[in-house]
């Protein structure tokens, strides 16, 4: 898929927006959803999804949202760093299918990254243990800075 198109309103991200896909959440205000990745690349691999929005990606998203979107993005940072100490952590968004993207709703990732640890493929196999991406919710959400 090009940078440029029609937003499609059926997208997973957007489902899980409106209620109508689940999702285990970390946070919600009332600029973005915060909740685990189901295909991680790393242990507390989590997103941050802008909400009353339809931007495929960076460049479709209104400017005056971006400081909002990105304080939200900080602070999740934060609490995965507290939460689960990682030796490092990778703050990502993709624009473009040729970039990587594969959901066209704007959303940026935090990935934890541990020395000893390979990064995993993305959306390869089968979902990470639904147990699991809970407990690391958890710890994430209790870990996070008001």
């Known amino acids: 898929m090009s940078l440029t198109g029609a937003y499609d ?30 295909f991680p690349q790393s242990q507390g691999h989590c997103l941050v999804v802008p909400k009353n929005v339809e931007a495929r990606n960076l ?20 609490a995965v760093i507290a939460a689960l100490s990682p030796d490092g952590v990778i703050v990502t968004q993709f624009n473009g299918a040729p970039a990587g ?12 990254r541990y020395a000893n640890l390979p ?4 959306n390869q196999g089968k979902p990470a243990d639904m147990e699991a991406l809970k407990s690391q919710a958890t710890r994430i959400a209790a870990a996070l800075e008001p």
Not at 119 to 122: K, M, S
């Open 9 to 38: 309103g059926n997208n997973i991200f957007a489902k899980i927006l409106r209620g109508e896909a689940p999702c285990v959440k970390i946070f919600e205000d009332d600029e973005v959803l915060a909740f685990m990745d189901i």
């Open 101 to 112: 993207q594969t959901i066209f709703h704007l959303h940026v990732h935090v990935i934890p």
């Open 59 to 78: 460049t479709d998203f209104p400017a005056e949202r971006l400081g909002p979107l990105f304080q939200r993005v900080q602070r999740l940072t934060r």
């Open 119 to 122: 990064l995993q493929a993305h």
